[in-house]
């Protein structure tokens, strides 16, 4: 018996000794290889699957997008003279990028901006809004940003176009947009792209991000949609554009609130 112990511990230190040996030589292996060289393998590898596309320098390779955005051969019909305040929420950290390729492209083509942020500056024209640059209080800046444009700038504009840091309008393409839509200063009236796919349930917990954004969404929940209801909503990301009266009619919503 002692014999047959002494066989099965030098088996067990036997496989020990070589599970060792294999793990010492993978990792020699291993720092023999040139990590700069995966690198390049690994980037080589996902550019064969996906060839880069670069819409500032590569217009060969964007022309199929490019071919398919249609663009008005005017921006303004003779006689139109409705001025359109462009307005964006970005942060300092978007100013010299974002917020700079907007305004050197598109958006010299808006009669007049209000970019909100977290900071002033005067290079690009920012607002410093008293709210956070926070993701979770973007309803909040919202609200400012608004508010803003009521005490500011309501008079001196006859739409307001919503928008993002990051988007691209074709301004010729909106403002034959508005010339085909009934033209009454008095109606309400606002234009985006309509969500309709999301129950209240699903969007209430954005609402209880801060104790402003609540309040709204007690609001909305109690004078505009019920608990089982879906929520229409138009998209932020693609931008909206609302007219004085429907931006009067906003603002006295939030103010009753």
């Not at 690994?42 to 320098?57: A, F, G, H, Q």
């Not at 100013?95 to 690009?124: F, Q, Y």
Request: hydrophobic share 35%; glycine share 6%; aromatic share 12%.
């Amino acid at each position: 018996m002692p014999r047959l112990y002494a066989g099965w511990y030098l088996g067990i230190i036997g496989l020990a000794v070589l599970w060792c040996l294999s793990i010492i030589t993978v990792v020699l292996l291993d720092s023999s290889r040139n990590p700069s060289t995966d690198i390049l393998q690994r980037k080589e590898m996902v550019e064969s699957r996906r060839p880069p596309l670069c819409c500032d320098s590569d217009l060969d390779s964007s022309r199929p997008v490019i071919d398919k955005i249609m663009v008005s051969s005017s921006l303004r019909e003779t006689g139109n003279s409705d001025r359109i305040l462009c307005f964006m929420m970005t942060h300092s950290g978007s100013h010299r990028t974002k917020v700079r390729a907007v305004l050197e492209t598109w958006g010299r083509k808006c009669d007049g901006w209000l970019i909100a942020s977290n900071e002033t500056d005067d290079k690009v024209g920012a607002i410093r809004m008293q709210t956070p640059a926070r993701y979770n209080l973007l309803w909040t800046k919202l609200n400012e940003s608004v508010q803003y444009i009521a005490d500011h700038h309501v008079n001196d504009y006859d739409w307001f176009y919503k928008v993002d840091d990051d988007s691209f309008v074709v301004m010729e393409n909106l403002w034959r947009f508005l010339q085909t839509k009934k033209r009454d200063v008095d109606e309400p009236q606002i234009f985006g792209y309509l969500l309709t796919d999301q129950f209240w349930g699903q969007q209430q917990r954005y609402f209880d991000l801060s104790d402003q954004n609540r309040a709204f969404g007690s609001f909305f929940l109690s004078k505009v949609r019920k608990d089982n209801a879906k929520v229409d909503y138009l998209a932020g990301g693609s931008g909206y554009i609302m007219n004085r009266a429907y931006l009067r009619k906003l603002i006295s919503a939030l103010e009753s609130n």
